[in-house]
């Protein structure tokens, strides 16, 4: 039972362990960088450097003269640690940067006019990238950045391709050191304080300066000079304002507010000549040699999404060195599009789930509503009859019964029909018309010889006036025509009524 | 180019491996399908009730439209109290067959006295399918020895036979010519004893419940 016990405490101990570990590794990866373990190849004037970093602390360094152009002990460093990724960083090379506004251009444009730009803006060897560097006035506003390579630096490229280790990418030391700056800042909460224009002045090197110059946090050019110990107050100050008469080429109006951040001078720089400078001064040293690679962190991740604000490190991205810069790029688009997608798809959810309990709403509503609707049981049947009477009332006959009797008594005892016809024809789209024929035998006895008894004295022209009478009396449409007779005794009408719709009736 | 190397793919999948790449990537590949079932649980549910709403909405104007029919129906009832006691009396709303008219030309032919009566159906049609009305042309041939009997049964067969007569052609007509001595005696208002041939042409529209094609074009003496 005992030895059960401690059993089972290790085993726990082991999982509580493994939990702990979990959630460590998780929270390092949100606040810090990864990966660990990488080489850092630094090119500074005539020397390169190559740091190798374990867990993110420096631990070998070597350094070669690059005049020999001999890559061999390179390479064998390199060889020994064939997975850890490069980070080559640029000390000093000719780089340049210029600022492009596609304000007011379709989105579809933008992409013909930045290629347009970057070929007049830089030479056809120049490694160049773009990044946006979009502000609230204008959002369509690009960073380009050109960068003129050595014959070494191409040579050394070209003997990494070879190399095993994938390259992460290619930076320059000044946007690393401008963003350290930024980030630091950000750490400190001083970034609010920051105005649209910030100049960064630190110490190069032991005899040089060097001024970098941002708007909105992204870099717009660097300059630098040598350090005059004597006279370095007055000097940087004339400095600062010779840049800012420059920068009036610019966006920058005279006058305006800039902050200046001064780092690694020995002595604080004070500039009491010019009244908008707000000086902030950064006592921590940045070593190019220390820092660590700056991969990617999820908080600066979500932090670029809620403010907008581009990162301003990026590196230089070769077709070549694009490959291997995927495979640490790809986790990174991967959690950036993950994030957003949840959102909308969270919120997305709930919103729908407002809409359905108003539509819930309004189904329980009309369910009221059809209960409301009490019809008898035997509807279906009571339609049925009702749509059989309607169509029962709009079938309509002629009914020429009553009309023919009362014919009869016009017609006696002057004449005797021998023959009726009656016909009704159709003359489509539901008209019809009819005509009635009838053939009369007349009583010639009475006409014009005798006279009747009760009638008194009638002629035919009498009799079929009173006929033509007896038929227009009710129709004033109705026509009569007397057909010629082929003897005297006999006589021919014919009535036509006019066209009507069949749903009307003549006589109804 | 050695970026496609097997070193290089492990490189790839060296940021997977990770535990935090990979437990993140994890975890939102968990949680992007949670989150989707629930946008698809709620947007069928959505769909559902919007489908159920059309369906009720559909069901009501139906309600209402019966109602309103049924309304029509008691109020037309109402107004035309004569013309509905006709149709009842016709018995439009019974489903009727033509040996149903065929009987009451035989009581008719027994009560008028007529000499011949012969009855001809044409082929049955169409008049309106929805409510199942049919319609047959009749022939109707007779021959008698006087004219108001020809009357009579046109009237009768206007007012009396079930379903409704629409009326197309009649002829009546007098087998032997009048001679001036048969003329007197009409006109001394004796009886006009001739023999007479009658011919009456309808359409007989009825209810049917079930067509039956047997009795297209049937004839009868």
Redesign the interface.
Known sequence: MRFGYVWQVSSWQKVLNKLR??CL??W??LGEN??ENYFSLILQGPTLYVVRFVGNHAVQETCFDISQNDFHNVNEILNKF??Y?LQILLHGEDSQFRLVSLKRVRWWDCAPLLKQAKENEFSNTDWHQTQPAGCRQDRYRYLLMGLHPSLYLQKLIKNL????N?VFGLQLWSVVLAHMIFENLRQQRLDHSLKEWTLILHQLDKDYWQLIVCQNQGIVLTRQGPLNKTLSKHSLAQEILTTLRYLNRKDYKEGEPVTVITSGFDTPLVFEDIPELQVITLDQHYDKKTRTLNYFS?RRQLYSYFTRKQPTLAAFERP?LR??R???S??QY??SL??P??LF??L??FL??G??YS??K??AF??Q??AG?L??AD?EK????????????T?T?????PI??NLVKVM???G?A???????FEKGAGLVYSHLDINL?L?NRFFDKLIHPTMGKTTLNDYQKKIEKFFTKGERDVSLQWEPSVTKSTLNLRVEYPEKSSKESVYE | ?????L??L???L???L????G???LI??G??IL??T??QI??D??NQ??A??TQ??A??RS??Y??Q??V??EL??KK?IK??SE?QK?R??DSLMPEHIHLQFQRWQKAYKIESLSLKFGSQNVY?K??K?WTVPVTVNLKLLQDHQF?QL??RV?QELPG???????????NT??T?HM??Q???GKK?VNMFEGKIE?DW?H?QAEKTPANNGKSCP
């Open positions: 570990y979990f590794s998780l390092r990866r990864y990966p064939p997975d990724p391709q070879s190399q095993a994938p999820i070549e490959l291997h995927l495979a640490f790809l986790p991967f959690i993950g994030v997608s949840i798809l969270v997305g959810s729908l789930f809409y359905n539509y819930q309004e189904y009309l369910l509503q059809q609707y019809l008898p509807i009571k339609l049925q009859t009702g749509k059989l009477f309607h169509a029962y009332q079938l006959t002629y009914r020429p019964v023919l009797r006696t005892p002057y005797v021998t023959e009726i016809k009656w016909h009704t035998t009583d | 180019m050695n970026n496609l190397s070193a290089s492990r490189v790839y060296s940021p997977w990770h535990i935090s790449t437990g993140i990537s939102m590949i949680s992007i989150a989707g629930l946008f709620n947007w549910q959505g009730i919007k159920n709403i009720v909405s069901q009501i309600l209402q019966q109602q029919q049924l029509n129906f037309s009832q035309h013309t509905f149709f016709r439009f709303e309106q929805d409510l009305l009357y046109l009237e206007q409704k007569v629409v009326l197309k052609n009649f002829s009546l007509k007098r010519p009048l001036p003329l007197h009409i006109s001394q006009d309808f529209v209810y």
